[in-house]
């Protein structure tokens, strides 16, 4: 189950900061980290879109661009989304994928991927 507490306390900044927007950043925005199935960790970012859309609404704020590093996991981190291992690669471009979905679904209209951490 999401955190629903960390993307509020992120939104309360955000709005006292008087910033108009944020960036949607997949790892960070109150997503359980201990999902190690592709299938769980959809599940678990589904979970905290509805949160991050009520918290924009309440909140008054959108974000611009979405991002899902695919080189953060320590035992994957070597060019997973250039990987010639099957598995390692579909892994990344599912998880790029969602991030993709979620950005489109938040209302951003921009993606950053990192190609040059990728190899």
Known sequence: MPN???PGVAFEF????AAPFYCFHERGDGRPRKAVTCAKRTKNLDGVVNIL???QQRHRRQTTLGHRPTFSRTALRSRRATSCNADVFAFAAAQ????LEVTHELGGAGYVFLGGREG
Do not use: F, P, W
């Open 96 to 99: 790029v994928r969602k991030a």
């Open 14 to 17: 955000i709005e006292n900061s």
């Open 4 to 6: 629903a507490r960390r």
């Open 53 to 55: 859309k009520a918290e």
